[in-house]
C-alpha cells in the first residue's frame, strides 16, 4: 500500500473532555475500517486556588503541546450544552475556548460530540451508564483495563465516537449533527466509498432518530473482538502532504 493511501484510510483523532480542574487528553487512530488504534492518554489538571489566568494557560500549553507533539488531523470536543453548577459551565467553556484556539491556530479542523453521541456511538444506547461505556472502549481498542481516571476514559469514547460518527470516508460530522458550535465542516474526499461497516453504522444512527428507537451494533468491528494488549503511547508519526 503506497503512503498517500494509507494515509487517506486512516484518521488520528485528538479528543477533548474539557475542564479547568481535569482535561481529558486522548490520541487515537481511526481506520475506516471502523478499527481504533490506542496511541496516547493523560488528564491535565489545575487547583482551583490558582489564578484563573493560570489555569486557563495551563490547559492552553497542554492542548499545544499535544497537537504539535501528534499532530492531529481532527479535534474533536466534548459539547456540554448546560448543567447546574454554573462555575463548571464557565471553567468548561474556557478550557474549551483555548483548546479549539489551539487547534485553530495550527489550521486542525474541530467536530463536537455531545456527551449522548458518545454514548450511543459507542455502545448503541445514547443513555448508557459510564461503566458499560468503559467496557466498550476497551473491548474496542483492545485494553488491557479502562484507563483511570474517568476523564481518560471519556475522552478515548469521544475519539471512538469521532471517527464512526463521520470521521472518514466523507461522512461530514459537523454537517450530520445539530450540536457543533459552528466548527469547521471536515474536508471529505470525493467519491470516497463507505465500507459495509459504515453503511451498517450509518443506517443504523438513521433509525435510532426515529422517536423510540434503539441503536443496533454494527456486526464485524473492532468492537466484537476481545480484549487485548494495546496499552502504552506512542511516537510521533511521519505524514505525507
Known sequence: MSPVVARQSQQRVLAVDPGLTRCGFAVVDMSAQRTGTFVHVQVSGTR???ALEHRVLSIMRAAEELMDRF??????????????????????AQATGVVIAAAAARGIPVAWHTPSEVKAAVTGDGSADKESVNRMVVRILRLDAPPRPADAADALALAVCHGWRGGMAGVNAAERTSTHSGSRPMQTRR???????????RRAETASRAPGATVPRA???????????????????????
Open 191 to 201: 467519491g470516497a466509498a463507505l465500507t459495509p461497516a459504515q453503511q451498517a453504522w
Open 48 to 50: 482551583a486556588h490558582e
Open 71 to 92: 499532530r492531529p488531523d481532527v479535534v474533536a470536543v466534548e459539547r456540554v450544552f448546560a448543567q447546574n453548577n454554573a462555575p463548571t459551565v464557565v471553567g468548561t
Open 219 to 241: 456486526s464485524g468491528t473492532a468492537a466484537s473482538r476481545a480484549p487485548g494488549t494495546a496499552t502504552g503511547t506512542r511516537g510521533r508519526r511521519g505524514r505525507v502532504s
